[in-house]
């Protein structure tokens, strides 16, 4: 028995059509549906003209006159044509599947709905908001800082967040069954900052005998290296703004989730908090939805040889790279993921003040990358993550998940291996000398 009015009839949905054997879309169809066949005019507009009193009633009602999503000709807060462009676009990556087998089966009722933000964060609070309420309870893995400390932002109103090691399905076993208060379990996998990962096809498993929703941000992954419904997650996130934009040009996020969730609960916090992308930002997002398989390839493989030589380096203490054999995850990494992706951590010896120079290196202006927090864009970033985005998360808790004052993260950007090689290893000479 589930907390959720629409869980059991999306389980049974779900089962039917979500679930494949294979892992992914194949990378073809995969471009092919990133790239579209032309990008959506901006519709800079704030409000849409009705046809007469009757269209603007039935609008509201949230009739669909001519396939367009329900409420998205009234007003921009409530839909817009260009971000309804994106959210069909990025729906059909990771449901295409859905949508397939639901059609083959002839079933009548949507599946699955997608809405797109202004940031990721908005798109985890509100998905929150939609899913809980006063005296529930909330499991959470090691999450980015700003999603960490927005769980304990809840506590004031009465939802109490269990942080517990996702890596270990037992840890999330052991809860469901302890607390029947659990209301949703929210992962990201790979995590952030050391990209550990969490096996979501257990996890699934587990959450769905207890009726829990199980929620998977899969900003690091990105639809082209993790397919999460296909491996039992009911609700995916994504912050747009890192690799789907590509370029650190714009900040969004998206929702994909179960029709009845979306539309029944969802949509009534999006169009009352109102987290609304501009439809310039939306635009920009379609654009680097064009690319989006192609960079995250070359992420992955120049990550790849980065990782592979910093872990024969004599400075550096420990690579976290899940695509490295070493990588305590990297078995589950061949099982749920298609390829590494273009994040690495990196701990450095002698802690913070090698790390300091390091990344104080990659801030001036003759070296390739930059020091920036955010991930994804083409350019390379160096961050500190204990410093930065997650400073916000107490110190032990930090250190539990292994944040400590030597690591360093690195998106790794489009930049040629062997000038950002070059770059490092000068970088790492000067930081220790
Ligand atoms: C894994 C992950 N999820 C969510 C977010 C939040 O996204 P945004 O910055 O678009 O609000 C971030 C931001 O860094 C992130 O790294």
Redesign the pocket.
């Known amino acids: 028995m589930s907390r959720h009015s629409w869980f059991a009839n999306w389980v049974d949905r779900k089962m039917k059509y979500a679930l494949t054997p294979e892992k992914f879309m194949s990378a073809d169809r995969f471009a092919s549906i990133g790239v579209g066949i032309g990008l959506p005019n901006i519709v800079q507009k704030s409000t849409f003209s009705f046809r007469n009193v009757k269209d603007g009633a039935d609008r509201f009602l949230g009739v669909s006159k001519s396939g367009e999503r329900p409420f998205a000709r009234i007003y921009t807060r409530l839909g817009n044509p260009t971000t309804e462009y994106l959210e069909k676009a990025l729906f059909q990556l990771d449901c295409q599947h859905i949508i397939d087998s639901a059609l083959a089966a002839d079933e009548r009722k949507p599946t699955i709905a997608t809405l797109v933000c202004s940031?990721?964060?908005?798109?985890?609070a509100c998905t929150t908001m939609a899913l809980v309420k006063s005296g529930d309870e909330i499991i959470c893995g090691s999450?980015?800082?700003?999603?960490d400390s927005f769980f304990r932002t809840l506590e004031k109103f009465q939802v109490k967040t269990h942080f517990v090691d996702t890596t270990r399905v037992e840890n999330v076993k052991n809860l469901l069954e302890q607390n029947p208060k659990i209301a949703m379990v929210f992962l990201?996998t790979p995590?952030?900052p050391t990209l550990r990962l969490s096996d979501i096809e257990a996890i699934a498993t587990l959450t769905q005998s207890h009726g829990v929703p199980l929620i998977v941000?899969n900003?690091?992954a990105t639809p082209y290296l993790q397919q999460p419904f296909r491996l039992g997650a009911d609700i995916v996130?994504?912050?747009?703004?890192?690799y789907v934009n590509g370029h650190s040009t714009s900040?969004?996020?998206v929702v994909i989730g179960p029709w009845e969730f979306m539309s029944e609960h969802l949509f009534h916090i999006y169009k009352d908090f109102g987290p609304t992308p501009s439809p310039f930002d939306s635009w920009l997002n379609a654009q680097g939805l064009q690319t989006l398989h192609l960079r995250v390839e070359r992420a992955s493989a120049t990550a790849f040889d980065l990782a592979s030589r910093l872990e024969k380096h004599e400075r550096v203490e420990r690579v976290y790279y899940p695509a490295l054999p070493s990588h305590p995850d990297h078995e589950l990494m061949k099982k749920q993921m298609r390829l590494g992706g273009g994040i690495i951590a990196l701990e450095l010896k002698d802690g913070y003040e090698p790390a300091r120079r390091l990344m104080d290196y990659f801030a001036g202006y003759t070296t390739p990358g930059e020091l920036a927090?955010?991930?994804g864009s083409a350019v390379t970033y160096f961050q500190h993550p204990a410093s930065m985005?997650h400073s916000g998360v107490p110190e032990e808790d930090r250190l539990k998940r292994g944040i400590t004052q030597g690591l360093v993260r690195i998106s790794v950007g489009l930049e040629g291996v062997e000038t950002m090689w070059n770059a490092i290893e000068e970088g790492l000479r000067q930081a220790y000398i």
């Not at 940031?119 to 985890?124: Q, R, V």
Request: with cysteine.
């Open positions: 940031s990721g964060m908005s798109a985890i999450v980015y800082g700003c999603t990201e995590d952030n941000d900003t690091f996130i994504q912050s747009l703004t890192k900040v969004a996020g927090v955010s991930l985005t």
